[in-house]
């Protein structure tokens, strides 16, 4: 990965070190880095996408410290020592989580922009409410947008993966 | 997209350092606590600070319970804190009910209740609930600590009572003495999230007491004294509801913008009162709808 | 042709699960914005924003200034012709004279890096003089209305003319008309426009970008550069989502990225933001659309006459091709005997409008299908009935009186959504007059033309390469876009059961057009049947070359060997197709092959009569809604939607399309709204412009009707455009049915229902 779109001379950069998937990473970033140019840019963990750039389609969501967050509404310099899982953490063994089997099973994918965020979002409800009903399903992921399925396989592969 | 504005970010430890930094910066300065308002500002260029100061560091910012006869509510605390707390739950159920109403899952993560009425939007949802609370809204500044009643923190919409140099520590929420119901009702377009396009906030006191503010209908979130005097001391019938309800245009001065008309909200501004009112007034009496049932 | 017939189906029909999942679950699937290049530089477009206005001088001096910047590319920096229209020559690249709508660009700012180039675009000063502008399509048609391009600003007009429709009004007992009016839709693809461009070390250009139509792109590039074809090189990125949003406007973005890449000779990216991608990509038309309709006594329609007006925006990019398409088919899907239908394409100073599913139909169905209801409810008929009575039917004639001959499934559509969704008895139901809430349900049919029809014959052919390896193993290369619907999926399983190889076997690949001749735009749910076909045409070149061998192998004549499940031969004497594979490479025999599919001939002359589609999908959609009287929110409870596919080929992701389209109709038909004032959007993000959540779907059953096409591979017919076409309007008569409010514009906001009840109308 190379020049990074988010990375720039304004501010005084700063280094920060936080946990990754599992692992220590450390990273330069400027004060205007937002949490989502860091894992793009910075530490081309490119899985975590943008839709909007205001919290407002979920494409972005990543875990912190255990909870969903839309990355491009956080600053970079706010997760110093912070832990933060992506999409890829989810396979970081090798072997995909149940969330994304369930995904690829119940023909939940479409286009798959959407996917990364809906199911981190789905990761971290399932990690709090192990047998969630559908409306809470619905509602856990009502601030991710998918503009492809309709809801109804996603819903579906998140109903399936909590059994 | 990338924030274009150029800016330092510092993280003060404690309190004073933090007051001290903000006094030094002047009004060029702005906190930063979720920032799920701030980051999109500076995105889109509506505000251009030299500096961000994150005071998620700070100890006793994150503070949330009961504290005598209040509930504490730091300013770092989240609608995720508030939702997930017990006391807040069972002590305070018009701010959960409030607080599952906004934006969504990944946002209420980030967002907390003093930067929602920092930013101080018409239609932001903890105006009303704070307003029918009578919570009070605790700030230091150089010059030592004050306590603004909520009725006079909003001032304009997206103005405050805050001054330049002032930082919002926590707010304070009395309990109702000798208990109390509410109900929270938000107009939005549709099921998903939305930003309100009207709001009630009702507080059912005993022996027929009520307090109602509205969000999203005037400048800044407004407590509705004549509907208050109207209903306090009376049973609530059908009658005195129809009256009330006749007073709200003399309340609220709604505006039209993209989300509705200035004539639509005048439509649901008595429906959503009437719903609010009868939800608020059952639960009281240990009956109505469970919290956090949607009303429109 | 494809010898169906007398073989088992395999991997055709079955659920396989999408290839592309596991890239996209895992966040391996590589978008255009996660590529990079060495040396690349990012963009960003200057937008003065103004609605109609000259433009006097592009001044690029703070910008330049700024550290960081390395160019800011304005039309002068346009090496070929600055001309972009898809259709007609209207569209400059950069403006270099006039600005025709607010998101016209007249400058491409190249920096270090995003923020940098977006820092520096804001400096950039246009130096405009406005000029009047019109906003709305029909004024613009009247003497003296702002001109948007110099000709006038009706640049386009088509006319379908069958029977007479004095005698056929003549004959009604009851006409009904009305005038109906639909806004812009914003596509709201997840994955925003985005390009990159590389210039290449022979002199040519390399095109990554997310979109529909590589060949489009490629002819943009190419043209603007100046270049051969030959020198541009598109390749298609994993591409998230597009829904007809994706086809003309990539070319632009592609292009800008080119021109700065071209002169830096540095790689460049550009990215929309959001904002960018609202005001620069084109919409759903808005249209009024009047119709009257006239029926005798027993519900026989005698005659419609038809008035189309679309907003075509500043530059007509596919408007040509939308409103053909929308005056084709504006009856509806329905026998008339007398038809008279003027559909006319117009500028005005706002967004261009193009391609979104559907195809300009939607909202002529808005209006044909209100007005059928209206005509049933007259008469005293159930709408179904009336559908059923005047609907097309095989042996039936189509408005450019086209006899339809096979795979006609609308009855069947409207039986089936008939029975499962119960509505003889739901529609005979009443609730009490007192219960606040209403409920209703509703009905819409439609027919869609599948592929380009008779207004893009030059572009109706699609390729494929088909590459066996020694090893069995097979690559495919396509000229079709997966834009998310599934196409590499089903072509896959296309691949498998003709070529007889498993289907873990086969990859096929995103578009590279180095690789597959022109195969026309991946639109009008033409790619799974022309690029289905095409891949069946390869496959049948190699199980002749390669059935040769395995005869000879096997000692069994040609004519007798099949391919199938992986084994090759004829009874008891078979081999592995792997293991002929090998055998052929031995021999030197050739396991490539190209495949071609050319669409059958259509016509449409003057007078719109001739055969104006080869083939037509059919669907209806019965929606179920509760109103709120008191707040006028209307929930949308339960979708049945029944749709003619041909034949299946994975239930899976056409269920998925038929989901995904009911949840586009409901967000045309309750809450997209994209609200403008003057060239200003005032909508340009999803907190403005709502868009349904998961909170927000209802209950959808899907029902598949197979009625074979002989010329569709296995059978099937498109599906991408129709399941985003019935809906709305079923919405909308689902409503009238609650309410009795009969709405004439979209969308039906809970304002619009409540404002209207409080107004006294409705029941």
Partial sequence: MTAAAGDRGNGTAMEIRLTVNDAERVADVAPTTTLVELLRDHLALTGTKVGCGHGECGACTVILDGRPVSACLVFAAQCRGRKVLTIEGLSASGEADRVQRAFVKAGAVQCGYCTPGMIVSAYALLSSNPRPSRREIEEAISGNLCRCTGYVKIVDAIDGASE | MPIAHEFEYVKPTTLDEAVRVLAECGDGARVLAGGTDLVGWLRDDLVAPDLLVDIKGIEGLGELGLEGNALTVGACVTFTDLIESETVRIDFPLVYEMARTVASVGIRNRATMVGNICSAVPCCDSGPVLLVY????????????????????????????????????RIAIPLPEDGHAGAYVKLGRYRGEDLAQASVAILALPRDRYRVAFGAVAATPVRAPKIEALLSWKSLGDSLIEKAKRLIRQETSPISDVRASKEYREHMLPVMFERGLRAAAARLAGSGPEYGTRFV | ?????????????????????????????????????????????????????????????????????????????????????????????????????????????????????REAAAAVRAETEEIPAVFDAVRAMEPGAPKVHDDGNVFLE???????????FEAADIIVERTFRTHHQEHSYLEPLGAIAVPEEH????????????????????????????????????TGGGFGGKEDSPSEICACAAVAAWKLRRPVKLIYTREDDFYRSSKRHPMTVTYKLGATRDGTFTAAQIRVVADAGAYSTLTPVVVFRAAAHATGPYE??????????????????????????????????????????????????????????????????????????????????????????????????????????????????????????????????????????????????????????????????????????????????????????????????????????????????????????????????????????????????????????????????????????????????????????YATHVAEVEVDTRTGHVRLVRVTAAHDVGKILN??????????????????????????????????????????????????????????????????????????MPGAVAIANAIYHATGLRFLELPITAEAVRLALADGRGR
């Fill in chain 3, 651 to 724: 239930p899976t992701t056409l269920e998925g399309q038929v989901e995904g389209g009911v949840l586009q109709c409901a967000g045309m038909a309750l809450y997209e709204r994209m609200i403008t004032d003057g060239g200003d959007i005032l909508t340009p993000d999803f907190s403005t412009y709502i868009l349904p959540t998961a909170m927000d779907v209802p209950e959808i059953e899907t029902l598949f009707i197979e009625e074979p096409y002989s010329r569709g591979p296995f059978g099937a017919k498109g599906i991408g455009e129709t399941p985003a």
């Fill in chain 3, 158 to 168: 088509y006319r379908v003319r069958k029977g007479n429709i004095d005698e056929g």
């Fill in chain 2, 134 to 169: 009578e919570a009070v809204i605790l700030v230091k500044g150089p010059s030592g600590g004050r306590a603004i009643p909520a009725t006079e923190w909003f001032v304009g919409n997206k103005t405050t009572a805050l001054e330049v140099g002032e930082i919002v520590t």
């Fill in chain 3, 336 to 617: 008339i005997p007398n038809v008279h239908t003027d559909a006319y394409g117009v500028y005005t100073n706002r967004q261009t409008t193009g391609a979104f599913r559907g195809f300009g139909q939607p909202q002529t169905i808005f209006a044909n299908e209100s007005i059928v209801d209206e005509v049933a409810e007259a008469l005293g008929l159930d709408p179904i009935d009336v559908r059923l009575k005047n609907g097309l039917a095989v042996g039936k004639r189509t408005a450019t009186n086209q006899l339809l001959t096979e795979s006609v499934g609308l009855p069947e559509t409207l039986r089936q959504a008939r029975e499962a969704s119960g509505w003889d008895a739901k529609r005979a139901e009443r609730g009490a007059d007192s219960d606040p809430i209403k409920r209703g349900i509703g009905v819409g049919s439609i027919y869609y033309g599948v592929s380009l029809g008779a207004k893009g014959l030059a572009l109706d052919g699609s390729g494929a390469h088909m590459n066996v390896y020694r090893d069995g193993s097979v690559r495919i290369a396509i000229g079709g876009t997966e834009m998310g619907q599934g196409l590499l999926t089903v072509l896959t399983q296309i691949a498998s059961d003709a070529l007889g190889a498993p289907t873990e076997s086969i990859h096929v690949d995103h578009v590279d057009t180095s690789v597959v001749p022109d195969s026309g735009p991946s639109v009008a749910s033409r790619t799974t049947l022309m690029t289905g076909n095409a891949i069946i045409d390869a496959a049948e070149k190699l199980r002749a070359t390669m059935g040769e061998v395995a005869s000879e192998l096997l000692g069994v004549p040609t004519g007798e060997i099949t391919f199938r499940d992986g084994r090759v031969g004829a009874g008891d004497r078979s081999i592995a197709f792997a293991e002929l594979a090998a055998e052929c490479w031995a021999r030197n025999v050739n396991t490539a092959a190209d495949g071609w599919y050319a669409a059958p001939l259509s016509t449409f002359d003057e007078d719109g009569q001739g055969d104006a589609y080869a083939i037509y999908s």
């Fill in chain 3, 1 to 117: 042709m494809h010898d169906r017939d007398d073989r088992e189906m395999g991997a055709v029909g079955s659920r396989l699960v999408r290839v592309d999942a596991d890239a996209k679950v895992t966040g391996r699937a590589l978008y255009v914005d996660d590529l990079t290049f060495p040396g690349m530089l990012e963009a960003a477009l200057v937008l003065p924003g103004c609605a109609h206005a000259r433009l006097l001088k592009v001044d690029a001096s703070d910008a330049l200034a700024m550290a960081g910047v390395h160019a800011v590319v304005t039309a002068d920096d346009v090496p070929g012709e600055n001309q972009v229209g898809v259709v007609d020559r209207d569209q400059p690249l950069l403006p270099s004279e006039r600005i025709r709508y607010s998101g016209d660009a007249v400058a491409v700012v190249v920096a270090e890096t995003r923020a940098i180039a």
């Fill in chain 3, 203 to 238: 002199g040519g250009v390399t095109i990554y970008g997310t979109m529909q139509c590589p060949y489009y792109v490629q002819k943009a590039v190419a043209t603007v550069l100046g270049l051969p074809l030959a020198h541009v090189r598109v390749i298609q990125t994993v």
